[in-house]
C-alpha cells in the first residue's frame, strides 16, 4: 500500500518448479509492484510468500538471491566498461590466494562464462569484449546469462524483449526456453502477447492492482487474454 492506494490487493501468484510464467497486464496493473516483492525490494503490508513450500520473509534483495532468486531489470545493470565475464561474475568474481593476496583467475572465469552462453544458445566469439561494444541483443544476453548464472530456482525478466529488432528477440525467447530445460522457474514479464504465447506456460493477468485470473496456454487464446488485460472480462468472471 503507497498512502491510502492498494498497488496490489487479495493476490495470490503462483510459479510452477520448471515454468515460465507471463506476467501480464496494462501500466499500473502492479507488475512492478509484485516483482519487487518477490525480488526483496519492498516488502508487502499484508500476506506472505513461500519459497518450496514454506513461508519467507523477503526483506532484502540479498535474502531473495540467497533464496535462489534472481531478477533482471529493463536497465540491465550492466557495467559498460568490464568484459562479458567480469559481468557475469561481478561481486561473486573466482579468486585464489597467493602470498596472502586474492588474485582473480580470469581463465576460469572466461571458461566459465563462455560455457554457459554457450549451453543457453548464445554465441559470443569473445567473452573479453567490454559490454559497451555489444549490440541491444547481446547486452540483454548478458544480463539475462548474468542472473540465471547463479540461480537453479527462480529467474524475474522484466521486459526482456522490449527495444529489441525481430532477430535479437528470437534470440532471447530461445534463451528462455533454454534456461526453462535448464530447469529454472521464469516469471516473464511483457506487453508483446506474440512473445508470451511463444514461450509461457501460462498466464497470470492483474488490472488495476488486482488478481484477473489465471490461465494455462493450452485452455486460453490471445482474445482472451486481451480481454482479461482490458477489462472486457471482469475478475469475477475471470477466475478459473
Known amino acids: 500500500m503507497y498512502g491510502g492506494v492498494h498497488a496490489l490487493k487479495n493476490v495470490t501468484f503462483r510459479l510452477p518448479r520448471h515454468e515460465v510464467v507471463a506476467l501480464l497486464g496494462d501500466n499500473g496493473a502492479g507488475k512492478s509492484t509484485l516483482v519487487k516483492i518477490l525480488s526483496g525490494a519492498i516488502s508487502p503490508t499484508s500476506g506472505q510468500v513461500w519459497v518450496e513450500g514454506r513461508p519467507v520473509q523477503l526483506a532484502s534483495t540479498r535474502q531473495a538471491k540467497e533464496l535462489g532468486i534472481e531478477t ?15 559481468n ?34 548464445i554465441n559470443i566469439d569473445d567473452p573479453e569484449r567490454t559490454v559497451e561494444h555489444l549490440s541491444g541483443g547481446q547486452r540483454h544476453a548478458v544480463a539475462i546469462s548474468k542472473g540465471a548464472f547463479w540461480t537453479e530456482k527462480i529467474l524475474i525478466l522484466d521486459e ?81
Open 72 to 86: 533482471v531489470y529493463q536497465d540491465l545493470a550492466l557495467v559498460d566498461c568490464l568484459s562479458i565475464e567480469k
Open 88 to 121: 557475469i561474475y561481478l561481486g561473486k568474481e573466482i579468486v585464489k590466494k597467493y602470498l596472502g593476496l586474492e588474485v582473480l583467475q580470469n581463465r576460469a572465469m572466461k571458461k566459465g562464462a563462455l560455457k554457459f552462453l554457450s549451453d543457453v544458445g
Open 160 to 240: 526482456p524483449t522490449a527495444a529489441l529488432g525481430v532477430k535479437e528477440t528470437g534470440r532471447i525467447l530461445n534463451m528462455i526456453l533454454e534456461l526453462k530445460k535448464k530447469g529454472l522457474s521464469i516469471i516473464f514479464i511483457t506487453h508483446n502477447m506474440e512473445h508470451a504465447f511463444l514461450v509461457a506456460d501460462r498466464f497470470f493477468v492483474l488490472r488495476v492492482g488486482e488478481e484477473v485470473g489465471e490461465r494455462r496456454k493450452e485452455e486460453t487464446n490471445h482474445e482472451e487474454i486481451v480481454k482479461m488485460i482490458t477489462g472486457a472480462i471482469y475478475m469475477e468472471n475471470a477466475k478459473a
